[in-house]
């Protein structure tokens, strides 16, 4: 028999989320801040700075640590956290980064031992109703074979590496060390020098802003191969990206093992109901409390229709008729790995329909229910079209303070090319940034115009249902599968009432041939442009 969990202890188990991604991510950056702070050492022939090949595959776990914590992966973050941290202690002799990624290490293997505490807990508080997985398992599908093919690009770098590395080499040992003129310096970074035989060459040396034209710069000149004497070339950059893919196809394979290890034996079993909150993604349910999500391949078919057909669900939605009786939702049996962040599968009439992984709960778009959200929007206010409807001060105060931010991603990224994060994080910055420059609405005298962050939808009167209000919001369905989109705060309290005006009016002309189009948002093409200067400055 499977027993009810403890649902209070399973929920206070869990490690709290901002403990990763706002603790431990935002120790990373200081950290990270404070060894370049530091690094102020210049290169000099006395004291050059050879490339480090150890060094090199050590930036893997340096910039995967945030990534797989924003992303989830816990445990696999933390380790990278306190790879890199060991890593740093015995390869780089500035005190101030040995200390910075030293603490960063050990609140990463706090972190990791209360995690391990807590998925234990959680384990326990499942209850101890366990099954064995029927049939065998699922044949090693398309993950594997992008392992393979990353671990085989992991090699061909490093393959690409020895030879480069071995041509530098060579060109090293022919060379001779002349000295040469330093003759112009453009966009800051490009150092232009002149050798005895009138040849001239660029460079970006790591302290640009320390040469002035008409200094005298050491070089190694083997023919056209030339090379600075305190900074020889660096192409360990290879080494990196074989480390990031073979990692990459560690995690994917390992991910597989993991999966495939629940038929090897009994598992943790709960019978939960099983709600679909999206395209793919089910909501499971326990004594009527959220427990997590999971994402499957496909569509699993486990609710019925509330609704006959779309004119029903419009009626209820515009408040002109009430809701059907919900029904029972469906139940599953999930088993597996009982906490956040494990593998599980999920069995209907015995049957493993889908295998995926526990995620928190998280506010998604509307779930079409009996129990609609808001209130109906019914009374017309008019409004002469076309008409737009803005965002409010705030958010366009924070779209500044966006802008202002991917600037300084982008300046960051200017003077610390390895910080890749920062790209990141001012890629983000200008998306959101550009989205509360537009108008939230624009209405026309045939459609209406939905910006969201990514997607613009045109949406014919004729295929918008109708309109919700939920405080300062405004949820929109529409379309044949009543989809809905929840608007930001909308500073015009008669939003809903222009809307709903401008549909009724609309509807008296017959425009039911227009369909719903999509096409990406201006803030798309604006993100891809700061791409671009990313990867050009």
């Known amino acids: 028999m499977i027993r009810v969990m403890d649902v209070q202890r399973w929920q206070a188990a869990a490690v709290p989320w901002w403990v990763t991604k706002v603790g431990l991510v935002g120790g990373w950056i200081l ?16 004291q050059p700075c050879p490339p480090s090949p150890l060094f090199s595959l050590a930036i893997v776990p340096l910039l995967a640590t945030p990534l797989l914590l924003l992303f989830g992966r816990v445990l696999t ?17 500035l005190a101030a980064a040995n200390v910075a990624f030293g603490l960063h290490a050990v609140a990463c293997a706090i972190v990791a031992a209360w995690t391990i505490r807590s998925r234990a807990d959680q384990h326990t508080a499942a209850g101890e109703g366990v099954v064995s997985l029927p049939d065998m398992p ?20 490093f393959v690409q ?13 022919n060379a001779s060390r002349v000295e040469a003129e330093v003759v112009d310096i453009k966009d800051t970074f490009d150092v232009w020098v002149e050798l005895p035989d009138k040849q001239r060459v660029v460079f970006q040396p790591l302290a640009p802003e320390t040469y002035r034209i008409g200094d005298s710069m050491p070089v ?11 900074e020889p070339e660096d192409v360990t950059w290879w080494l990196t990206f074989g480390g990031a893919a073979v990692f990459l196809a560690i995690m994917l394979a390992a991910r597989e093992r993991r999966r495939r290890a629940l038929w090897t034996g009994p598992v943790k079993a709960i019978r939960m109901q099983a709600h679909p909150v999206g395209p793919r993604r089910i909501l499971l349910r326990h004594n009527n409390t959220d427990i997590a999500t999971v994402a499957t391949l496909a569509d699993l078919g486990l609710e019925e229709p509330l609704y006959h057909d779309t004119e029903q669900f419009g009626r209820v939605w515009r408040g002109e008729e009430d809701a059907p009786v919900q029904l029972d939702p469906a139940e599953i049996l999930v088993a597996g790995e009982w906490h956040h962040g494990g593998q599980v599968a999920l069995l209907v009439e015995g049957e493993v329909v889908a295998t995926s ?3 928190r709960v998280r506010p998604r778009h509307t779930v079409h229910s009996a129990h609609l959200p808001g209130e109906p929007v019914s009374a017309g206010v008019p409004v002469e079209l076309p008409h737009a409807m803005w965002p409010g001060d705030r958010r366009r105060t924070e779209g500044v303070v966006l802008l202002l931010g991917a600037a300084g991603a982008l300046i960051g990224l200017k003077y610390y090319p390895e910080l890749i994060i920062l790209g990141l994080i001012g890629v983000q910055c200008v998306l959101s940034a550009v989205t509360r420059f537009q108008p939230l609405l624009r209405l026309d005298h045939n459609s209406v115009m939905l910006y969201t962050g990514i997607w613009t939808y045109r949406v014919p009167w004729a295929q918008l249902h109708g309109v919700r209000r939920a405080g300062p919001q405004l949820m929109l369905a529409f379309g044949p599968h009543g989809d809905v989109i929840t608007t930001p705060h909308l500073p015009d309290r008669q939003a809903g009432e222009k809307l709903m005006w401008a549909r009724a009016r609309s ?31």
């Open 31 to 46: 950290a990270f801040y404070f060894a370049l702070s530091a690094s102020d050492t210049p290169c000099t022939t006395a």
């Open 77 to 93: 973050g933390c380790a990278m956290g306190v790879a890199f941290g060991v890593l740093d202690i015995a390869l780089d002799g």
């Open 138 to 157: 699922p044949q090693r599908g398309v993950l594997r074979i992008i392992a393979v093919l990353l671990v085989l690009f992991g090699f061909l770098t």
């Open 161 to 173: 590496y020895d030879l480069t590395n071995g041509e530098i080499e060579q060109h090293i040992a």
């Open 220 to 230: 190694l000149a083997d023919g056209s191969w030339v090379a600075m004497a305190n």
């Open 357 to 359: 992984t526990l995620s």
């Open 507 to 537: 509807l008296i002309a017959d425009h039911h041939g227009e369909r719903i189009t999509r096409r990406f948002n201006v803030s798309v093409f604006i993100g891809l442009a700061y791409v671009g200067l990313l990867l050009f400055i």
